[in-house]
């Protein structure tokens, strides 16, 4: 049998340890961590303590924070550090990759001021690569404990797609295939302003109906603003739409969700980022959606709320009070929330 292609997973997060410890069962596969101690963690006890607790991670998973020896023999790249800081790693790696090796995004946010998705950024610093992205609705936790779950690989072209969907694939994670790269990056890069606006509900202690009402018509926003930047329909009605936003909304380990809570129960979002140690892209996403938004003409009268609570000091009750004002039109045909 022909050798599978090696797979460098770039970021020792929570995410990115868990996809690298999901290809080590399939291929040779190395996680690149920043930092020393998690890096000889994941390699010698099998564990990455400070983002996964106790759960064990495939045996056979090498780690290293020696970023150039990690990418040179790479396959196949994989990109799991938050989004901020994807152009900044994938420059430090530029000189040491080989050429046209395809790059997987598992990052779920989109770049401040150039309001660029990753595979965009791929596109400037690694031109010429064949850029794609892993997303669905997976919990980092629950994947790494072998709860079943799905997800899906979007590459241009499908064969590249069906080649890569093999190397994450196991019994219990699900692998579908798609040419829609746009749809599935930009689904997972909304969907968690989103979850803030669900989380923000639940910390009201507002009820089940208003998180189905926010949840529902979430998917509606989203999709209308998905579309506009090229994104297909049908991807935000699949696992990294709907699936995505039924998970992130409703999760307790959900970060997103959880920065609404706390804002909702009336803490400060400077006080939540500070006692945080993983990401929540979300905070940083809801003004740059709100840019794509005005630019591409799509009203986006949730995600506001969620800008204004985060960014212009509107008050969590107001911001709830603010939607239901709107008068609602047509479910589906209207341009309303
Ligand atoms: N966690 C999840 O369940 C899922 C997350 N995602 C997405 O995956 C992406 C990564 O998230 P996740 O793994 O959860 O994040 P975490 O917050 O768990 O981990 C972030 C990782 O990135 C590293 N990092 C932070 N800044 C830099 C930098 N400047 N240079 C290099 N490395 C850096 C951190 O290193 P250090 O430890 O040294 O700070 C850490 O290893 C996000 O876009 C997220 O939305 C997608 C699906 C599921
Ligand atoms: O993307 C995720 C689940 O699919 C993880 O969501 P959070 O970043 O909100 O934890």
Known sequence: MPKRPSVTVLGGGSWGTTVASLAARNTETVVWARNPDTAAEIATDHRNSAYLGDLPLTESLRATADLAESVESADVLVLGVPSQHARGVLERVAEHVRPWVPVVSLVKGLEQGTRKRMTEIVADVLPGHPAGVLAGPNIAKEVVQGFAA?????????????????????????VYTT???????????????????????????????????????????????????????????GLTGMGDLIATCTSPLSRNRSVGVQLGRGKSLEQIVAEMNQVAEGVKTAATVMKLGAENGVDLPIAREVDAVLNHGQPVGDAYRGLLRRAPGHEVHGEEW
Do not use: C, H, W
């Open 150 to 174: 799905a997800a899906t690989i979007a590459m241009p072209e499908q064969r590249a797609a069906e080649m890569l969907q093999d190397l994450f694939r196991t019994k219990r994670f699900r």
């Open 179 to 237: 040419t829609d790269v746009i749809g599935v990056e930009m689904a997972g890069a909304l969907k968690n302003v989103y979850a803030i606006a669900v989380g923000i509900g639940d910390g009201l202690e507002a009820g089940d109906n208003t998180r189905a009402m926010v949840i529902t018509r979430a998917l509606r926003e989203l999709s209308r603003l998905g579309v506009a930047l090229g994104g297909d329909a049908a991807t935000f009605a």
